[in-house]
């Protein structure tokens, strides 16, 4: 089955610095990988995902990237605030039917804490 | 729009006890769903998914199970608790084409 790596395991920034969390997946046919923000006693929330036919996407200040050859992602946080002090998960799955987008394998986790 | 409940928010058992988590969905129709367990300090993990009424499929062999009544009702069960079911419940839903969204689980103490 498709393993996720997630690095750092925590991450500590001041604000407006940017910050980078990195994920491996093992399966080469994973094609679709989503990222999670879950701040405390939360469910996580979706912040930005991306397919395996795009190499990047952006959104405002955050920004994935995607190197499907060495299968590996990365999330992208610029001028980061307070407020994106959270735990981030990467996340892998192979779309292939209904329940593709909820059959994911996740990353272990990244606290990031960000410093005013 | 979509919103997704679970309940309890958190709820200590004694090890041995019964125990029955209820997620429900409103604003959509014949969703996916799903139940994921997430460990202290670790990642989620996929424990059950259903893709409609009384269509259960498990990911992972364990003491629990999960029932689906109704169209958007989910339910997590277990006869009798052990120590090791401790951990943070999430309940989430997705639709055809679009990604998973979370609820905002129930933590669950065994003691």
């Known amino acids: 089955g498709e393993n996720v790596e997630q690095h750092p395991s925590t991450l500590s920034v001041q604000e407006g610095d940017s910050a980078v969390i990195k994920c491996t997946y093992s399966?080469?046919?994973?094609?679709?990988f989503p990222w999670y923000k879950q701040e405390l006693g939360k469910g996580p929330q979706l912040i930005i995902d991306?397919?395996?036919?795009?190499g990047e996407k952006k959104d405002q200040r955050i920004a994935v990237t995607l190197n499907k050859t060495a299968k590996h992602f990365s999330l992208h946080i610029t001028e980061t605030q307070p407020e994106d002090s959270a735990v981030y998960f990467c996340?892998?799955?192979?779309?292939?039917?209904?329940?593709?987008?909820?059959?994911?394998?996740f990353g272990q986790g990244t606290i990031l804490t960000v410093h005013p | 729009s979509q919103t997704i409940h679970q309940w309890p928010a958190t709820l200590v058992q004694p090890v041995g006890s019964p125990l029955s988590l209820e997620c429900t969905v409103e604003?959509?129709?014949?969703?996916?769903l799903y139940w994921y367990r997430q460990a202290a300090g670790r990642g989620l993990q996929l424990l059950f998914y259903?893709?409609?009424?009384?269509?259960i499929s498990s990911e992972v062999p364990q003491n629990l199970s999960a029932s689906r009544p109704q169209d958007r009702q989910f339910i997590l069960s277990s006869k009798k608790l052990l120590l090791s079911d401790s951990g943070f419940y999430l309940c989430?839903?997705?639709?055809?084409?679009?990604?998973?969204?979370f609820g905002n689980g129930t933590r669950l103490t065994v003691t």
């Open positions: 989430a839903w997705s639709v055809q084409g679009s990604p998973l969204h």
């Open positions: 399966d080469s046919a994973s094609n679709y």
């Open positions: 991306i397919r395996s036919n795009v």
């Open positions: 996340a892998a799955s192979r779309l292939r039917g209904g329940t593709s987008y909820g059959k994911l394998t």
């Open positions: 604003g959509t129709s014949n969703p996916n």
């Open positions: 259903s893709v409609g009424i009384g269509q």
